[in-house]
């Protein structure tokens, strides 16, 4: 190729993002540590529905073409690798409920059901990558890894089954609740869902220690207050 022509090639502005790999679990398997789980969860940030958390073991020789980070996947690609991940891993999975979400915070809700998808696995794991900057406390080694579920495939296998475990059920809770559009936004706080919450009032499914819920709540009561003061003169 002539200097010319290497001068008019033109690199990309934009190159794909990095996609997790598998070389923390093969560098794990060469010192006999095996086997290695990944765990995530879906969640943390909605107003209404659980915490839902899972744990995947993938098998070297069945991994799932085109694992990746739930969110750089479309609902169609999730589900269809989902059903790979359930066909080909050992999976488990684990909810946080409203009750412990309110009870002792959205992180320590999470942690927990975390915990609870790895011990729930069919085989034991010796070691377990776990998204975010927490260890969980399990009966393994466990090493927390920073935007894990883009760096890690086992995790980014459990991201997959969190989200869309999780996605199947608010659009349960969308079908038996119709009206708040749970089966659309999936819970979080987006105008249209503030909108419902407002004028339909909270569910036994909504957060009422996230600041949104618990906020129309106080105006609820004083409401009423004010009603059955009105009520009482």
């Known amino acids: 190729m002539s200097r010319t022509a290497a001068k008019s090639i033109r690199l990309p502005l934009r190159e794909d993002g990095l996609r997790p790999t598998f070389r923390r679990e093969r560098r794990a398997q060469a010192l006999g540590i095996w086997p290695v789980a990944g765990c995530d969860e879906a969640g943390r940030g909605p107003l209404a529905g659980p915490v839902v958390a899972a744990a995947v073991i993938l098998d070297p020789k069945r991994i799932p073409h085109g694992l990746n980070d739930s969110k750089k996947l479309t609902p169609a690609e999730r589900e269809k690798l989902y059903a790979k991940i359930c066909a080909s891993a050992?999976?488990?999975?684990?909810?946080?409920s409203i009750a412990r979400i309110d009870r002792d915070n959205i992180l320590r809700a999470s942690l927990w059901a975390l915990a609870r998808?790895?011990?729930?696995?069919p085989v034991r794991p010796k070691l377990v990558f776990v998204d975010g900057r927490d260890?969980?406390?399990?009966?393994?080694?466990?090493?927390a890894v920073i935007s894990g579920d883009a760096l890690v495939l086992s995790i980014a296998a459990a991201s997959i089954v969190a989200k869309v475990?999780?996605?199947r059920l608010m659009v349960r809770l969308g079908a038996a609740h119709p009206g708040y559009g749970f089966e659309r936004h999936m819970g979080y706080g987006v105008p249209a869902h503030v909108e419902a919450l407002t004028r339909l009032g909270p569910?036994?499914?909504?957060?009422r220690s996230f600041a949104p819920v618990a906020n129309l709540c106080k105006v609820k009561a004083v409401e009423v207050d004010v009603a059955e003061a009105g009520l009482a003169l």
Not at 90 to 96: C, Q, S
Not at 117 to 121: E, G, I, T, Y
Not at 135 to 143: A, W
Not at 203 to 207: A, E, F, N, S, W
Request: hydrophobic share 40%.
């Open 90 to 96: 050992e999976v488990a999975v684990a909810f946080g």
């Open 117 to 121: 998808a790895v011990n729930a696995l």
């Open 135 to 143: 260890r969980i406390d399990v009966d393994c080694d466990c090493e």
């Open 165 to 167: 475990t999780r996605d």
């Open 203 to 207: 569910t036994i499914h909504h957060r």
